[in-house]
């Protein structure tokens, strides 16, 4: 951890509990984008976005986009799924119409998770075999999707900052070789490898080779693996970017039947700093306002 990093972002959190005392005119308001903001974790972060007079949130979401934004007072909601390109580019397209191209914050928290019926026994059955690609597909190359496609309207602003959701699911313990924790802290690692690898632990999966191969017995947790590499891959490739990944920590949201043992406010306010400060913080994953190492 760093010190000054953390003790910025302590200062920061002291002002949380106050309002925000002046409006910024319209040409100073930052546009930030919030994926998966009609519940949980994603609807907090967007909820103080919203309360924050600097900025002007976009609720991205696939259902009651338009009620959330009613309830947290927001102009702006747009359709996104991440398995669906045409609402990808949909996204693009209102950024470009309604705010001249340019975004400032991009807060990818969109995610999937099928979760084991024997830990609550409220949720239908899906085999391992069959949640790899839909999983995959959805948290890691969705992700990857809206942000190459959000990244030229991201260079248009004078302070572009991504704020990656992962998880403490995405540790790199998961992996079960040396070889494989090799292959994605590798500096010289590309998005096109990264790609490769997340279709290998997909393929293994479908083919029921992934325990001997090394991969970890969670698509889910492999997903959100692949959203900590891709933020570092991000704030090396993008150095005018911070570019940052959260692990929120287990909040109580629908993904776990609200099992969780924090409230979802909680887990957005790492978020909700990051996305607001001044500091130039970059390539850094985090948890409760400190700087955590990828192997905690």
Request: proline share 4%; with cysteine.
């Amino acid at each position: 951890m760093k010190f000054s990093a953390f003790f910025a972002l302590f200062l920061m959190m002291k002002t949380l509990v106050a309002p925000v005392n002046s409006l910024a005119s319209a040409s100073e308001r930052r546009i930030a984008l919030v994926t998966g903001a009609n519940k949980g974790i994603g609807k907090e972060i967007a909820k103080k976005l919203a309360n924050d007079a600097s900025i002007v949130p976009i609720l991205a979401c696939r259902t009651n986009r338009k009620e959330t934004a009613a309830e947290l007072g927001c102009e702006h909601a747009v359709f996104l799924d991440l398995t669906d390109d045409a609402s990808i580019a949909a996204c693009r397209q209102y950024i470009d119409k309604h705010f001249n191209g340019k975004l400032d914050i991009l807060v990818n928290n969109a995610a999937i998770c099928f979760n084991d019926p024997t830990l609550y026994g409220k949720v239908k059955h899906t085999p391992f075999q069959e949640q790899a690609a839909i999983t995959i597909s959805t948290n890691y190359f969705g992700t990857r999707k809206l942000t190459d496609a959000l990244l030229p309207c991201l260079e248009r602003s004078s302070a572009p900052r991504i704020i990656n959701i992962a998880s403490y699911a995405g540790r790199l313990g998961i992996l079960k070789s040396k070889e494989k924790v090799e292959a994605f802290t590798n500096p010289d690692l590309t998005t096109e490898q990264l790609d490769v690898y997340l279709h290998d632990f997909v393929k293994a999966v479908e083919n029921g080779t992934h325990a001997q191969e090394g991969w970890p017995n969670t698509c889910y947790g492999m997903s959100k693996l692949g959203i900590i590499a891709l933020t570092r891959l991000l704030a090396r490739d993008f150095p005018k970017m911070r570019v940052n990944s959260v692990d929120p920590g287990y909040c109580a949201t629908d993904q776990n039947q609200l099992q969780g043992n924090r409230p979802a406010e909680r887990g957005a306010v790492t978020p909700y700093l990051l996305a607001t400060t001044n500091e130039t913080f970059s390539g850094m994953h985090w948890f409760d306002e400190k700087e955590m190492q990828w192997s905690y």
